[in-house]
């Protein structure tokens, strides 16, 4: 059974850090590329992040590049989130996504977790 279960949200002040964790049952988790969108109250889902299987390059929501950062290890089937600088926009429910690259039906969602970045 596929799973994907994030882990690591919490209240947060403004300016602080905060690191997300993605632990994915998937296999072969390298066939995946993985990403993190967020969504907040009234708003629809973005994407924050994306890191890709093969070349592990990666993407950025223009609204937090040079504070996040997004990273994987292919070892222990886990991806990243580090939120640096967080802002009280950054709060939202934040979802952890895989999507293989050989079939694009076969795309996976966490349940969310929840950042609150307020003083």
């Known amino acids: 059974q596929v799973q994907l279960v994030e882990s690591g949200g919490g209240l947060m002040q403004p300016g602080r850090s905060l690191r997300l964790s993605c632990a994915a049952s998937?296999?072969?988790?390298?066939?995946?590329?993985m990403s993190w969108y967020r969504q907040a109250p009234g708003k629809e889902r973005e994407l924050v992040a994306e890191?890709?299987?093969?070349?592990?390059?990666?993407n950025y929501a223009d609204s937090v590049k040079g504070r996040f950062t997004i990273s994987r290890d292919n070892h222990e089937n886990t991806v990243y989130l580090q939120m640096n600088s967080l802002k009280p926009e950054d709060t939202a429910v934040y979802y952890c996504?895989?999507?293989?690259?050989?079939?694009?039906?076969?795309?996976?969602w966490g349940q969310g977790t929840q950042v609150t970045v307020s003083s």
């Open positions: 890191i890709h299987d093969a070349d592990t390059s990666t």
């Open positions: 996504n895989a999507r293989n690259r050989y079939y694009s039906d076969l795309v996976f």
């Open positions: 998937i296999f072969p988790f390298t066939y995946y590329t």
